[in-house]
Structure formats: structure tokens, C-alpha cells
């Protein structure tokens, strides 16, 4: 059954049926985001009485609106790609992608070369673009033809929205409870110093550190295990007495435990050690890792519904994270 002779049921005519607002109508036919169970009911009775076939894609083609949303993430070298995270963010697009009959694909841009950004924008298949990792210079380079599809995951500008995890908060609750605990020579693994979303948790810890009139130990990290257990080891040698460790990534973190162990430093005993994002293995180690939450699989569809959603996104969405107190702490 059509709405008229002449054309099938549409998105809107679901919701006008159901009586409920087209994003209401999107999110349950999509499966995701929340619905009560009657605006669920309502809609599933409206597909039903108006033979409405879920098909973007087919009219994507037709107005040239594009049948693939791209998450396009910089780094360094393409073994970004191989990031988990990056994956939790493609598999989370996904989900809300596929039912709307929108593929996703994943795209290297080159640390310090944006312009790849531009291949983009003429792309005629391309309907969105989520950012990750974004700096400056790469929403800068942003080209006019992607305005108005693109969004960040990390800093957004005036005309790029942005998604992110509140890391300074988390960051904040984390150290709070290892000076609580009795810790007072804190040291901090930092992410790379080019990623600005990596910036505000070194912010907080500073701004702790001089409240609590303790000194700053800071060592540079990447986000990746071995790059924690070297730091563990540089922060033994240069300051002997510390008693704990807060990395901004689990992943340096389990990589700080192993360091420690390497020296025959017991965990926590003698340094208590701390991450952040709760990744799967961060409960299952031994001990369980102290940590935040990051709740990246909400972050990306939060994401990829603004762009296939097509209406304005705020100019910063922040999720928020909490503390996940575990034995290494």
C-alpha cells in the first residue's frame, strides 16, 4: 500500500500515522536510541498499515545525497586504523547506518596533510563524515562542499559539531579518588600532545596537583601499552617514592602495570594505578583496573544519527564519565 498513486510511504508519513515526531519514528525503525513501548507499538502499526519500505539509499542515489557516511580518522601512520577504538566507533556507526540501508567505511587522513579532506567533499556517494581525532587544523581545512555533513568526535568549531566524551571530569573523578585513598605522589602518562581532546585531562591533573599543593610529574604517552610500560619504568628512576599512576588510556595503563611489575614494584601496594575509557580487559586483569568510563559507542551513534538525521546538531554534545573504582587502586 502507497500513501498516493504516485509515490510510496515516506519517513514522515510514518510518524504523521503514528503520531509522533519523525526522529521517534527513525529511532524505532532503526532499532536504536529510545522509544516507549507505545510509541513503539504506534509506529510498527503504521509500517504495517502503510507497506512502508525503509530504502535511503535508493532515494540517496536519486538526489545525489550519497549511500555511504565515511569515518575519517587521522593519525600519524595508517595503524590508526588498527585502533580498538577507532572499530568501536565504525561498529557503533554501523548500527545505525545499515538499517537505513547507509554503508560505513573508514578513511586514513595523514597527520599534517588535511587536504585529503577535499577528496572527500567531491565524493557524490559520500552523505556524511565523522572526524576522529581532530585537531585545529584539520576542521580548518574542512572544505565548503562537506559543511553541513561533517561532525567531530573531539573539538568541533562554529560550523562542525562536536561529540565527546567529558574526560576532564573523569579525569578529575579518577585522581580525586587516589588522593582520597591516601596517594600524594601522583604521576600522570598523557596522550599524544597533538590531539587537543588529550589536553584537558593534563589540565585538570595540574589544576589538582597545585590545589592539593603536590608536585606535577607528568611523562608523555600515546595511548599504547608500550609506550606505559617504558613511562613506569622513567617513573621509578626519576621519582622513587611515587605511589601512584593515572594514564589516560587503559590500554597505557595495563602497559604501566606490566612496567611496574617488571621492576618488582607490587600493584597497588606500592604504586596504585589508574586508566581511563573501561575497555573490556580492564575488569578481567589482575588486579582489575581502576578507571572512567567512555561511552564511545553512544558518542558514535549520537554522531551518525546527526548526519543521517540531516537537522543541526548542538555545537558540543559532552557524555559524561564516571568513576569505576577496581582493585589497582
Known amino acids: 500500500m502507497t500513501t498516493a ?66 569515518v575519517a580518522v587521522q593519525g600519524t601512520s595508517a595503524a590508526v586504523l588498527d ?73 568541533g568549531s562554529a560550523t562542525v559539531p ?34 587537543p581532546c588529550a589536553q584537558r585531562p593534563v589540565q585538570t591533573y595540574r589544576r589538582l596537583m597545585a590545589e592539593a599543593g603536590l608536585p606535577e610529574r607528568i611523562l608523555p604517552g600515546d595511548f599504547r601499552a608500550p609506550r606505559g610500560r617504558a613511562a613506569a619504568g622513567e617513573a621509578l628512576r626519576r621519582w622513587p617514592d611515587i605511589d601512584a599512576i593515572y594514564a589516560i588510556s587503559d590500554d597505557t595503563a595495563l602497559g604501566v602495570i606490566a612496567g611496574l611489575r617488571d621492576a618488582g614494584a607490587r600493584v597497588p601496594g606500592d604504586v596504585a594505578v589508574a586508566g581511563f575509557d573501561d575497555i573490556p580487559l580492564a575488569g578481567m586483569t589482575a588486579p582489575a583496573l581502576t578507571t572512567a568510563s567512555h561511552p564511545v559507542g553512544r558518542i558514535a551513534v549520537a554522531a551518525a544519527s546527526a548526519l543521517l538525521d540531516g ?18 587502586a
Request: positive net charge.
Open 5 to 70: 498513486a504516485h509515490r510510496p510511504a515516506t519517513l514522515e508519513d510514518v510518524a504523521r500515522v503514528a503520531g509522533v515526531s519523525r526522529s521517534t519514528a527513525s529511532r524505532v525503525i532503526a532499532g536504536t536510541g529510545f522509544a516507549s513501548p507505545t510509541a513503539r507499538k504506534q509506529v510498527t502499526a503504521a509500517v504495517d498499515q502503510l507497506g512502508y519500505v525503509p530504502n535511503p539509499a535508493a532515494r540517496a542515489l536519486v538526489r545525489g545525497g550519497g549511500v555511504r557516511l565515511v
Open 162 to 195: 562536536s561529540f565527546d566524551v567529558d574526560n576532564a571530569a573523569g579525569s578529575e573523578a579518577v585522581l580525586r579518588h587516589l588522593y582520597a585513598s591516601g596517594r600524594r605522589r601522583i604521576a600522570m602518562v598523557t596522550g599524544p600532545r597533538w590531539l
Open 83 to 155: 585502533d580498538p577504538y577507532v572499530h568501536h566507533v565504525v561498529g557503533s556507526a554501523a548500527r545505525v547506518c545499515t538499517p537505513a540501508g547507509v554503508g560505513v567505511a573508514l578513511y586514513w587522513l595523514p597527520f599534517g596533510d588535511p587536504r585529503s579532506l577535499d577528496q572527500l567533499g567531491g565524493d557524490r556517494s559520500v552523505c556524511g563524515v565523522i572526524l576522529v581525532n581532530t585537531t585545529e587544523d584539520l576542521l580548518a581545512a574542512v572544505p565548503p562542499s562537506l559543511r553541513g555533513r561533517v561532525v567531530s568526535i573531539g573539538v
Open 311 to 328: 537537522r543541526p546538531a548542538a555545537p558540543v554534545t559532552l557524555f559524561p564519565s564516571a568513576l569505576v573504582a577496581r582493585a589497582s
